[in-house]
């Protein structure tokens, strides 16, 4: 099978999503991915070559900004079409809501199917790609709400199929007709690649990775540090990520000084070495975040989480849920002390991680919605 991936930026040492393409050029299909060098994100600005082939995958990046693809600016046209061209691909595999316009344009140039992947399909989300969306979701609600469905709508009706990676959207997606067997739930590939897990783990030291804005309750973070430094044998704590209440967590880490490091941002490569050398991670999102939830799985570091995230953690299996902020002292501590607890969350943990989001177990997912468009 020959399959176009579309991505606004995607690199294997940035993104874990680049994995399954990868996985997928590994086990003899034929694959391209159109997508741009250099883009600004949660790791910091980042960088990718025009192109390079791992395998049977093939990354191309006409594209010198990821805003480019999404403003779907004329002058690369020529070259992709070219590109296109040369691979005749059989289908087209869109990622992400921001460059809609160029998959569409690309799906109805070539004539091909479409498989798009969206994190969410509830409009409740912060989804249309248009300016002042969180304005008008917080103070113009059923507008928001109007615009939202359109868009959603406008993707599917398009689409041979869909993808969506939200746990809590299967039950949703049984509401959404016409759609119907054409909604597929595939998870967030998180796969780690070559990173070897020799590290030695500190038991006592603790990790968040994620963005510090409303949306992912990050405020939560501003009362639980404390707690956990000041009640547990946690010695240091480790917070990455940009967002609402950065300027917070950088005073909180100065008032703890070396117990409490913030970084605004840093390579995939460094995050994964600090989570796989951490005793636990700790992450109080509500319904997001599922790279730090899988990263923490694949490096068999003990998850301990405030929420379920609609079912999607499964208590003192994968994760230890808290009932709240305020029992994480007891439940860290309790961790920490029982050997065989501690392993037995490493193990489940990782087995999750390499059954369902691993690239292996992601790529195959693909494979049985491309057979069957």
Not at 211 to 236: C, D, G, Q, V
């Amino acid at each position: 099978m020959r399959v176009l991936f579309i991505f606004p930026f995607c690199a294997k040492e940035i993104n874990s999503i680049a994995y399954g393409p990868i996985y997928l050029g590994s086990i003899g299909h034929d694959i391209l991915v159109l997508t741009a060098q250099n883009a600004k994100s949660l790791k910091g600005t980042v960088k990718a070559v025009k192109s390079e082939i791992i395998g049977g995958t093939e990354f191309y990046r006409p594209y010198k900004l990821s805003k480019d693809i999404v403003e779907n600016k004329k002058e690369y046209w020529k070259d992709v079409v070219i590109k296109i061209n040369d691979f005749n691909p059989d289908v087209v595999v869109g990622f992400g809501v921001s460059n809609h316009k160029l998959i569409f344009k690309i799906k109805n140039h070539f004539h091909l199917p479409l498989v798009y992947f969206l994190e969410y399909l509830n409009k409740q989300k912060p989804f249309p790609p248009i300016k002042g969306r969180k304005y008008l979701r917080r103070y113009l609600t059923p507008i928001y709400n109007f615009i939202s469905k359109r868009f959603l709508n406008r993707i599917v009706n398009n689409s041979n199929a869909i993808m969506y990676s939200y746990f809590g959207d299967i039950a949703y997606s049984k509401k959404i007709k016409p759609y119907g067997e054409n909604l597929y739930y595939v998870p967030w590939c998180n796969e780690i690649g070559n990173f070897k897990l020799e590290q030695q783990k500190v038991k006592e030291t603790g990790i968040y990775i994620g963005s510090l804005e409303k949306f992912k309750n990050a405020k939560e973070l501003l009362t639980a540090i404390p707690l956990i430094l000041n009640n547990t044998k946690t010695k240091k704590f480790t917070i990455v990520g940009p967002g609402y209440y950065a300027e917070e967590i950088k005073k909180l880490a100065l008032e703890y000084e070396n117990r409490l490091i913030y970084y605004e941002s840093i390579p995939r490569e460094k995050a994964l070495q600090l989570i796989a050398e951490s005793g636990y991670g700790f992450t109080p999102v509500k319904d997001s975040g599922l790279g730090f939830i899988g990263d923490c799985w694949a490096t068999k570091t003990p998850l301990i989480t405030t929420h379920d995230l609609n079912g999607f953690l499964k208590n003192n299996i994968d994760t230890i849920i808290s009932p709240s902020y305020i029992e994480l002292p007891q439940i860290i501590n309790s961790l920490l002390e029982s050997k065989t607890n501690y392993l037995r969350m490493q193990t489940e943990g990782y087995e999750r991680y390499k059954n369902n989001y691993s690239a292996k177990a992601v790529g195959e997912n693909y494979l049985k919605i491309f057979n069957n468009l």
